[in-house]
């Protein structure tokens, strides 16, 4: 799977964005994705993820409620919506995808992703 991330920028903190993933090379709809963010210093972390059906989860911690993954499968199309944005949601924002069978399984570690996209900066300045 060839995954093209992209929407990223500056923006001041309180503002939103939307990122978005471009996935081809297998069927979208067979395609299980996620959002990940790594930050200078720091780990890679999960963000979000969505199955097959469209069944979602966020990062409990610091994401929720202000981040919603959606997917568009005509489109082969995963986005991340991004709203009330802190200086601390600065980092480069991955997107993966795995083939998976069920339709409403999604994974949250990146061990479980078979492919990466190569990255979209998000810089929330103060």
């Known amino acids: 799977v060839q995954l093209q991330a992209s929407g990223g920028g500056l923006v001041q903190a309180g503002g939103s964005l939307r990122l978005s993933c471009a996935a081809s090379?297998?069927?979208?709809?067979?395609?299980?994705m996620g959002w990940f963010r790594q930050a200078p210093g720091k780990e890679r972390e999960f963000v979000a993820a969505i199955a097959r059906s469209a069944r979602s989860t966020v990062n409990t911690g610091p994401v929720k409620g202000r981040f919603t993954i959606s997917r568009d499968n005509a489109k082969s199309m995963v986005y991340l919506q991004m709203n009330s944005l802190k200086p601390e949601d600065s980092a480069v924002y991955y997107c993966a995808a795995v083939e998976v069978f069920s339709d409403r399984r999604y994974y949250t570690r990146e061990t479980e992703y078979g492919s990466w996209g190569q990255g979209t900066q998000v810089t929330v300045s103060s």
């Open positions: 090379g297998r069927p979208f709809s067979h395609l299980c």
